[in-house]
């Protein structure tokens, strides 16, 4: 007999602080399903053992977190064509045979959530400027490219590690040096955060936006807190901002619907929920 209880959850390490079960939580509740979304906190050496073990347990699929976002890529049976680009997957699911199917719907959040601040928002409105190098920034670069951008600035406290990364994306993505960064952002249309600089106990990040039009949108990855210090100064001047609670959100949604089936909306009373918990 078929399990009727649909279980999903997040692996990470550590993993306590997700606000994943929350979200996902609040629209079984919403849609008034037969589930439920937990916390899987899975070591490093652990980790091909556990999502080996979701089809075992009878588990629609999970998240996949810091640490294991790229590591895990090599412990499922598919991965999406997006995800292999990004480098990294962050949703599994159980397939009705048993395979496990690897994605990575960062991008999508990331994108929809420019939209829900900007409706009327276009990928190739102008320059973007995109600061760091690492996975996020892939999966930033990624989505905007797919979204239509022409025009993207890579910006890096290490140099070689911004080349790196432009060179697997062609001519519509060139390296700033950071001292270069400020000049970087003159007649930009998008300015993009993936570092953690302004993170809760991380120092503020070391920008000054005199030379960014005060038109541009200023997006930061960072949720905690809800506004940093550089979404602050870039309010405070004029711009309009979106910070990473968004794409938080809205990278749940696809995900939500491969496990239960219903494609859900991101609300007030989710952002509400979400923010009381900080």
Known sequence: MKNTFTIAGVMGWPVAHSRSPLIHNHWIRQHQLNGAYGLFPVNPIDLEAAIRGLQALGLAGCNITIPHKVNAMACVDWVDPLARRMGA?????????????????????????????????????????????????????????????????LINRTHSKAQELAQAFGPAVTTVKWEA??????????????????????????????????????????????????????????????????????????????????????????????????
């Open 89 to 153: 997957i962050n949703t599994i699911v159980v397939q009705s045979d048993g395979a496990l199917h690897g994605f990575n719907n960062d991008g999508f959040g990331f994108i929809q959530s420019l939209l829900e601040s900007q409706p009327n928002w276009h990928a190739n409105a102008g320059p973007i400027a995109v600061l760091g190098a690492g996975g996020a920034a892939r999966g930033v670069v990624v989505s905007l490219l797919d979204a239509g951008a022409t025009n993207i600035r």
């Open 181 to 278: 960064r400020e000049d970087a952002l003159t007649g930009a249309a998008l300015l993009v955060n993936t570092t953690n600089q302004g993170m809760d106990g991380e120092p503020a990040l070391a920008l000054r936006l005199n030379k960014l039009p005060v038109e541009a949108l200023v997006c930061d990855a960072v949720y905690i807190p809800l506004e940093t210090p550089l979404l602050q100064e870039a309010r405070l001047r004029g711009n309009s901002t979106v910070n990473g609670l968004g794409m938080l959100l809205h990278q749940a949604r696809p995900a939500f619907q491969a496990w239960f089936g219903v494609l859900p909306d991101v609300t007030h009373a989710l952002y509400e929920e979400v923010i009381n918990t900080f």
